[in-house]
């Protein structure tokens, strides 16, 4: 089979691996039919990771199943299912309190679309392993999207959890999103869905601060010092002078999310997080807890992830588009459009 690597800054390219086989019966073979580059991805096919090249690339998709070992009971062949972007067992005292990022059974960081923690190759391969089944795959409910949803597998689900479960402690917040991809958009769909009072982006793209104002955000093309104006903040641009700027806009007691992978260091305004009581939490995402919530989200109509889908394009032509700098791409097989 085919496995998409990545082999240096901005190139990518088919390498043959030989085909995946199930090692156990509590596993499945599965195959991506609408694949997805995560908002990190595109700092890594930017040059901007910390791993050196070559690896398998890709860790958002919705997959079709092809097999299953006997001991698989809650997917069968032909099901479309989301696909997690960590590996994790589901059993061990971490994946029952809901920390699967941080799963105690494989080994650290174990993940597709990084050589961290294994090598479990990537979400853009014809094929892929998917080592506990029962606990990873996530059916996806009938008649929705695998193209809209493409990346429930993470950014998705993810800016669910960032805004979500703060909205219903805090109803009728003010939220704050500063953001340059994919997550910022998805949060601004969702906070307004679930009752934000109000919603502000800042993103630079004027492409992207349309589709903000389209779910019904205001939005500002750079992020000025406002003091204690919202009272939750979500930063997925991955620069800590945005995220600095963002903790200095909280209320007190004030709730700040980073979903940016900060490769550069920083420096944040402590002294001002003391003097309010905020709180900063920055996390690689837990996300197969809240995908069945994210899914179930999408299914009532309230929101709508197929607007951030910026192209969609055949998975043939990966090598060469993937590179290209498109805000929410992606790669469809035969099958995708089968949501039933």
Known sequence: MRELTYVARRTVEWREVPDPKLRSDGEAIVA???????????????????????????????ARVVETGDAVTSVAPGDLVVVPWSINC?????????????????????????????????LFSDLVR???????LVPLPAGLDPVALASASDNWSLAWRLVAPHLTARPG???????????????????????????????????HRALARDFGATTAETLEP????????????GRVDQLALALKCLTPEGICESAGN???????????????????????????????????????????????????IDWEDLPAALPEKHLKPVFVRAGAGDGS
């Open 32 to 62: 991506p039919v609408a694949a997805t580059p995560c908002d990190v991805d595109s700092a890594i096919l930017a040059g901007h990771g910390f791993i050196e090249p070559p690896f398998a690339l890709g860790h958002e998709c919705v």
């Open 90 to 122: 589901g059993t061990c005292d971490r994946c029952r309190a809901g920390l699967t990022a941080h799963c105690a059974t494989v080994p650290y960081m174990a993940m597709y679309g990084a050589p961290i923690g294994g090598s479990w190759g990537g």
């Open 130 to 136: 998917v080592p506990y089944a029962d606990a990873m």
């Open 173 to 207: 917040a003010r939220v704050l999103v500063v953001a340059r991809g994919s997550i910022g958009l998805y949060v601004c769909d969702i906070a307004r869905a679930l009752g934000a009072s109000e919603v502000l982006c800042v993103d630079p793209d004027p492409e």
């Open 226 to 237: 406002l003091p204690q104006s919202h009272d939750i903040a979500v930063e997925a641009t």
């Open 262 to 312: 900060h490769f550069r260091p920083g420096e944040l305004p402590l002294l001002d997080m003391y003097l309010t009581g905020v709180t900063l939490r920055v996390a690689r995402d837990s996300v197969r807890a809240h995908i069945p919530d994210a899914l179930a989200l999408a299914a009532s109509g309230r929101v709508d992830p197929g607007k951030v889908v910026s192209h969609v």
